[in-house]
């Protein structure tokens, strides 16, 4: 309990150099892109107009804003494992306190700032990447997660303009791949199965080809790249390889950045499969840090999916009356009947897409939170704790621990209690009633002793 409390750091964190290196790097965010909580302003020296944030500034040293109310789901220790595929069975995480956060943006003599936190860069980007082979065609999937409230929850997260790129087509040529597989089967056969469940079955091996065409402006128009990935013919499933994905992105972002110097991140978004090594069944996502890139797939967050524990592209969709919100096949049923290939093309029901939004957003704000520094935390339960399976992964909490979120707090400058009203908002909108809740007793907790 001592070591979980002291992550949380000092408050106030005292007279240094990062304070001052810190004030500017927020003001100067503001004079170029005003907070989207609208919060009060103060005059910044020298300016004239209110653009400063000082009561997002004096948040830092609120040690009452960073302790949720008791027996809140974030004021609980993270558990200890309790199967050897949980993460931190894994993993032996060393965990980063807020103190360690600071010394790892900021310099030590100095205070300045470094330049992996990238203090320059403001926009949140969203790249969709679907695959089609045909160009007028290239939509973001109506089986997928609703862009309009991903991008709305994520900009009231962060404080942090979210914009949605042009989407990147993606290609598979070669081989006997389509884009627009219509099979009933659940992407398994049983004939081929010995052959096509090879862990390292890549493109190669079926001479196919991944081809992604990213978006350009009007002068340059669309760079096509090579990236790397799998299939399985038999069922016309992908995986695209995840590090050759984002070194793509790093290249797309450094272009971009010789001339849109707001850019903060870009994040591929997909529908898409993605794996990392050979013997990967999947990869959620990952992130380059230092490069300010990520790439991520809600494909295995669908509330409906069915999955064989070993074969990557053997899953199916249960009808929308049977799903139950586990991932895997039964223990005694490696091989059900009645999945259908791809996801139901009517409308999912209300609590299905609840949960699939819940899942989506999650991932999301857990892999941009990367990019901001946070690493994964093991003291509370919170949204950026490290999982290690579906199972952990869609029970962790959708909230940030005080650690946490003093962190993002002292990156970005929002002020708590503003964004805990806000989310609460917006989690209404998004049906979430548990975290509407939550969010509106934090708010009505931090107004009653403010």
Known sequence: MVQRKAALGIFPIGESKSNGSRKMMLVNSAARQ??????????????????????????????????????????????????????????????????????????????????????????????????????SCVQWPKSGPSLDKLVEYTRIFFDRQVQVLPAAQLRVSGGNSSSNNSSNNNGHSKKKRKASSKPGFFASASKCKFTLSLPGDTSTGNTCVNV????????????????????????????????????????????????????????????????????FSFKRYHPLIKMHPLHWHHYGYTS?????????????????????????????????????????????????????????????????IGTGHLVQDFSAPTHL?????????????????????????????MGMEKEGKWANKQYEHLEMIS
């Open 401 to 429: 621990c005080g650690v946490c979120l003093r962190k993002l707090q002292w990156r970005l400058g929002f002020s708590v209690k503003t964004r805990y009203k806000l989310l609460s908002n917006q989690f209404a909108n």
């Open 34 to 135: 005003p907070s989207l909580q609208a919060i009060a302003k103060d005059p910044a020296p020298g300016t004239g107009d209110g653009i400063d944030v000082q009561l997002a500034l004096s948040d830092i040293n609120e040690k009452h804003l960073f302790i949720p109310t008791p027996r809140s789901e974030t004021s609980f220790a993270v558990p200890k494992p309790r199967d050897e595929l949980d993460w931190l069975a894994q993993v032996p995480e060393e965990g980063q306190t807020f103190d360690e956060y600071l010394t790892f943006l900021t310099t030590r003599k100095t205070g300045r700032v470094k330049p992996i936190a990238n203090s320059d860069g403001l926009d949140v980007l969203l790249l969709p990447i679907i695959r089609s082979n045909d160009r």
């Open 228 to 295: 790397a990935g799998r299939i399985d013919i038999s069922s016309d499933r992908i995986q695209l390889q995840v590090a050759s994905v984002l070194d793509e992105l790093s290249a797309y972002r450094y272009n971009r950045h010789n001339t849109n110097e707001k850019d903060f991140c870009v994040m591929g978004i997909t529908m898409e499969d993605l794996f990392d090594g050979p013997s990967d069944l999947f990869c959620a996502g990952m992130a380059f840090g230092g490069d300010k890139v990520a790439v």
């Open 320 to 384: 929308t009356d049977k799903g139950d919100g586990y991932s895997y096949y039964d223990d005694d049923d490696q091989d059900p009947e009645g999945l259908s290939h791809n996801p139901p093309s009517g409308n999912l029901e209300e609590q299905m897409v609840i949960e699939f939004l819940r899942r989506s957003c999650k991932l999301l704000t857990h892999e941009l939170g990367h990019l901001y520094g946070v690493d994964h935390c093991i003291h509370n339960r919170c949204l950026m």
